[in-house]
């Protein structure tokens, strides 16, 4: 991951952060799993990465896996590697982006919820496959990431026998942009959420898009009103940067009323300071 990103998901995850400097991927594997079978799943393999990474004292990965870990833990919809973010050798990028593509795919076409534990394994495989591309020194952990993401991505990918009920009506896709206190602007892992909802837009049909923008409870209420609003203007702008028409996102900036999180008035809460980008058909 180039340099710029790693001192951003440092910079992101400060109170994560243990006495020794290092995200603790165990203490997160206490806290309560999501519901979310998907959720669950995904967090248990960035653990599980964040844990292969520490032991082979690669502190630094070992943390993004922890931090992407926690982040599903706390029922987030973390996305897949950019490429983009990583020093990758030019021969091996064609097969990223592709496997990337398919994946995306996937994961925008149901796989979350009628196969969650293969897409779980797809998406952890892949940050692993790109992770030990960079390295490009283990030729075998190359390999077994790979495998890892191809075995999930057959299961994924099989045509299934045909149902005889009705196939299922498509639930909405959710991204969720987290923002630091008292600021409306995007950072680093802000826009790869971005990029890959404006993807999803584009490869679904009919679909309507909706933000809902929120602050967190400290500070005055007209205040947050207006920085919500602010919220929703920037993901607004960066969306139809990227190719959404601007008329078909609904954006509605609710403050601090209707937290994700309730809180306790003046309390200062990163969960709240959000702004959700829902799709749906």
Known sequence: ???????????????????????????????????????????????????????????????????????????????????????????????????????????????TSAKPVAAAKAQAGFDCWVQEQEENHQPEDIAACRKMFEDAMAELEAKAAPAPQPVAVVKPVEFQIFFPWDSAQLHGQAYDIIRDAAQAYKERKSVALRLDAHTD???????????????????????????????????VAHGERDVPVPTADGVREQRNRVVIIRLAQ
């Open 1 to 111: 991951m180039n340099a710029l990103n790693r001192i951003a998901v440092v910079g992101l995850v400060a109170g994560s952060i243990s006495a020794c400097g290092l995200i603790d991927p165990d203490s997160i594997a206490q806290t309560p799993a999501p519901a979310d079978p998907f959720l669950a799943a995904l967090s248990d393999e960035y653990l599980a990465l964040a844990r292969a990474e520490r032991a082979e004292f690669d502190w630094v990965d070992g943390d993004v896996f922890a931090q992407k870990g926690e982040w599903a833990r706390e029922g987030t919809m973390v996305p897949p590697e950019q490429l983009s973010d990583w020093y990758l050798p030019a021969a091996s990028v064609p097969a990223l982006s592709s496997a990337r593509q398919r994946l995306m795919t996937q994961l925008n076409g149901g796989a």
């Open 217 to 251: 409870r400290s500070g005055p209420i007209p205040y947050n009103d207006r920085l919500s609003t602010r919220r929703a203007e920037s993901v607004t702008a960066e969306l139809v940067k990227l190719g959404v028409p601007r008329n078909a996102i609904t954006a």
